[in-house]
């Protein structure tokens, strides 16, 4: 199957492990270049991850503690700065900063996107 205007595949898709997990642990990044908090979020069987998101504009700290959140797992770990991200915290630009991709209600850590 040919592949045209940005198109991928399902097996393209597949390749994305896009997991939910919850927020345990919250600190400020005073390090970072933008405003940024640094996260550690429990992915169930894959264990707890680190990121490093740009999300101080909409999100304090306290309020994220025991959200699930979405985030891509299987990029390679990223140094920002004295800082290892170890996932990808998914959501959406908007004129007022970024809005985090959550999930309607509980799932398991670790679920996978389907």
């Known amino acids: 199957m040919a ?6 595949d ?8 896009i997991r ?16 940024a908090w640094k ?9 707890v991850r680190q990121t490093s998101a ?8 306290d309020a994220l503690i025991g959200r ?3 985030g891509v797992v ?6 920002i700065g004295p800082f290892t991200s170890e996932f990808l915290l998914t959501g959406f630009h908007t004129d007022d900063g970024v809005v985090i991709t959550t999930v309607e209600r509980p799932v ?7």
């Not at 996260?39 to 264990?47: H, M, N, Y």
């Not at 740009?54 to 700290?61: F, S």
């Open 54 to 61: 740009q999300i101080v504009d909409l999100y304090d700290a």
């Open 10 to 17: 399902w097996s393209d898709f597949q390749r994305v492990d």
């Open 74 to 79: 299987n990029f390679p770990p990223k140094r």
């Open 20 to 35: 939910a997990g919850t927020v345990l642990r919250v600190e400020s990044f005073p390090e970072a270049r933008k405003p």
């Open 39 to 47: 996260l550690w979020v429990d992915f169930g069987e894959l264990g």
């Open 108 to 114: 398991p850590n670790g679920a996978r996107l389907a």
């Open 3 to 8: 592949v045209t205007n940005g198109s991928i």
């Open 68 to 70: 699930q959140i979405v």
